[in-house]
């Protein structure tokens, strides 16, 4: 069992920045696939960045060249840095580890873009 847990979210202004982070559990944490998701209330929950073990990323064409996501293996995390946030972005953010065909969620964050 892969303990997820997302922290960093919150309210900011149109055009601010914000950076999430996405902690797991577990020593073999170079081994997992990590991805940011996002939901609105209605809406399907989608996918905003992955990055895999590699280090290869991927980015929904709505946030490329915005957000940007890293991992460092050593403190068994991830981070989303969303810059130039729009209110589109207001969602609660999920952290996804993909790991041997299972998925791990966490609680999800809060991000709300707003004047």
């Known amino acids: 069992q892969v303990q997820v847990v997302e922290s960093g979210g919150g309210l900011v202004q149109p055009g601010g920045s914000l950076r999430l982070s996405c902690q797991a559990s577990?020593?073999?944490?170079?081994?997992?696939?990590i991805a940011w998701y996002r939901q609105t209330p209605g809406k399907e929950r989608e996918l905003v960045a992955r990055?895999?073990?590699?280090?290869?990323?991927n980015y929904a064409d709505s946030v490329r060249g915005r957000f940007t996501i890293s991992r460092d293996d050593r403190k068994n995390t991830v981070y989303l840095q969303m810059n130039t946030l729009k209110p589109e972005d207001t969602a609660v953010y999920y952290c996804?580890?993909?790991?041997?065909?299972?998925?791990?969620w966490g609680q999800g964050t809060q991000v709300t873009v707003s004047s």
């Open positions: 577990g020593r073999i944490f170079s081994m997992y696939h």
């Open positions: 996804n580890v993909r790991f041997r065909d299972y998925d791990y």
């Open positions: 990055i895999v073990t590699t280090g290869t990323r």
